[in-house]
């Protein structure tokens, strides 16, 4: 049953929640993610879209995709594995129905674009250009369950500055975010190999890539044996990155992402170094969690003495003196 407007969490009256995707101003750090709430409708019923930050989309391809066989979900402690397959109608279909649906209700979008060559996320991106209520655009290059392992550009810096590049040549006239990979040995590389593509800001983390075995079966719990791990579970993995990235840029702006469930959680990415949180998972168990967890976090804020959030931002990093 979703809360009453009463018993939801209030934030305190004073605390500054704007900050940035790239140029572009925000009035609240707290975005969906991508791949959990499709554009947005099935959260409608449950909070004010126009409230949060920004309602990222599910990765959209060029042509409609039917994902992969099921079964293609599982529970694992504090978490869930899915084998989705980035499974969506196509570029044609976003334009012609989710974002002038989400216009109409002034929400903001942020477009997710997937793509298994570069010139697909460039025509992607020339598509988008102009789309009405887009205030920024992530650039799937890290997506672990697919067929092809080749798709997962975050997995090669080279690879990745190709994407970039190939989408800010496109010009999609909004900030681009790349979102990448945990499943590298040294993630602030690639990420500078997409800042040096042309890439505004980093998403990190995506999922993880996982494997359940179902004990009565003796076989993988999903029909793709492999899936992407997600939840509380991967937090900490998610805070390193996050950690990593900034510590190795610190002009650039990172939404981070990762088993993020309370407003103290979403306090943990800023601090390492996130100037916006993006809340995925949560919603299948709450679908308020963006909406509540964007009132826990003004309210811890305050309660820490930071009047506003982008003095929170990265703060963690004072006085440490040791390696990444």
């Known amino acids: 049953m979703t809360p009453s407007a009463d018993a939801r969490p209030k934030a305190v009256m004073g605390t500054d929640m704007r900050t940035h995707l790239g140029a572009t ?11 959990c709430a499709a554009a947005g409708r099935e959260l409608d019923p449950f909070l004010d879209l126009t409230a949060l930050g920004a309602v990222v989309t599910k990765s959209v391809q060029l042509r409609a995709r039917s994902g992969r066989a099921t079964p293609r979900m599982s529970e694992t402690p ?20 989710d974002l ?21 996320y460039a025509e992607l991106a020339t598509r988008l250009r ?23 550009f975050a ?5 990745a500055w190709a994407v970039l ?6 010009d999609p006239g909004v900030p681009v975010y790349a979102k990448l990979s945990p499943d590298v040995t040294d993630i602030a590389s690639v990420a500078r190999a997409c800042v040096d593509g042309g ?11 996982g494997l359940v075995i179902d004990t009565d079966t003796l076989r993988p719990a999903l029909a793709a044996v492999t899936g992407g791990l997600s939840g509380p579970a991967i937090r900490p993995v998610a805070l390193r990155c996050v950690w990593q990235i900034h510590r190795a840029m610190r002009e650039i702006p990172i939404l981070g992402m990762g088993g993020i469930t309370s407003g103290a959680d979403a306090l943990q990415f800023i601090l390492a170094g ?14 308020n969690a963006p909406e509540r967890i964007s009132h826990e976090l003004a309210n811890a804020l305050a309660s820490k003495g930071f009047a506003r959030l982008s003095d929170a931002v990265g703060f963690a990093h004072q006085s440490v003196d040791f390696p990444a």
Request: glycine residues 12%; proline residues 6%.
């Open 100 to 120: 002038p649906w989400l216009a109409e209700r002034g929400a903001r979008a942020m477009v997710s674009i997937a793509g298994g060559a570069v010139e697909e």
């Open 78 to 97: 504090s978490g869930m594995l899915n084998s989705i397959g980035l499974q969506g109608p196509g570029i044609d279909e976003l334009l012609r129905t």
């Open 155 to 159: 997995c090669d810096p080279a690879a």
């Open 130 to 152: 102009g789309a009405r209520g887009m205030v920024a655009l992530e650039v799937n290059i890290s997506c672990p369950n697919v067929e092809s392992r080749g798709e997962v």
């Open 165 to 170: 590049a190939a989408v800010r040549a496109a």
């Open 274 to 287: 996130a100037s916006a949180v993006s809340v995925g998972t949560a919603v299948f168990g709450d679908p």
């Open 199 to 209: 890439a505004d800001g980093i998403s990190a983390i995506n999922t993880l890539l």
């Open 25 to 35: 101003q925000i009035p609240n750090p707290v975005l969906t993610a991508s791949g």
